[in-house]
């Protein structure tokens, strides 16, 4: 390795440490929110949408193409601003929804757990929910053209 090369390496390499020991968790301005959702039988995490309002009324959002919450793993963590801070989670038509209203600070750090309960217990008997909801075709690929090859 040159000695220029070594030179920028570790300059980069403090400047990322740094950075990293200077922001431990939210900004000075900001709060942190931890979150579990679990299944309340199981004690499984699972996925769900999350729904964060903060006290600014703003939504938080993950992807500009849904505009509701965000989607999750059954774990997120999310810097909010301070203040009332609404926490819905949802899971399907099987799952009772479950929101939380917090009051934070700013630095600190809420860790919530949600245990969502299913409204019937007929997936123990091999029921599964689902909705009709389906995406198809609209004609894109009718077309002569496309068709030709079929042929």
């Known amino acids: 390795m040159t000695q220029k090369l070594f030179i920028r390496f570790t300059i980069s390499l403090v400047f990322l440490i740094g950075t990293v020991v200077a922001h431990p968790g939210a900004p000075p301005d900001r709060a942190l929110i931890v979150g579990r959702v679990l299944d309340a039988q199981t004690r499984q995490v699972i996925p769900c949408t999350v729904r964060i309002l903060t006290g600014e009324h703003k939504v938080l ?22 203040g009332e801070t609404k926490v819905s989670v949802t899971r399907g038509f099987d799952y009772l929804g479950m929101e939380k209203v917090l009051n934070l600070r700013p630095q600190e750090k ?9 409204r019937t217990p007929l997936h123990g008997q091999g029921w599964y929910c689902g909705d009709n909801h389906a995406h198809m075709i609209h004609g894109e690929r009718t077309s002569r053209h496309h068709q030709s090859h079929l042929l």
């Open 61 to 82: 959002i993950e992807n500009p193409s849904f505009q509701d919450g965000f989607r999750s793993s059954g774990v997120f963590e999310k810097s909010v601003p301070p």
């Open 110 to 118: 809420a860790e919530l757990t949600f245990l969502l309960e299913r």
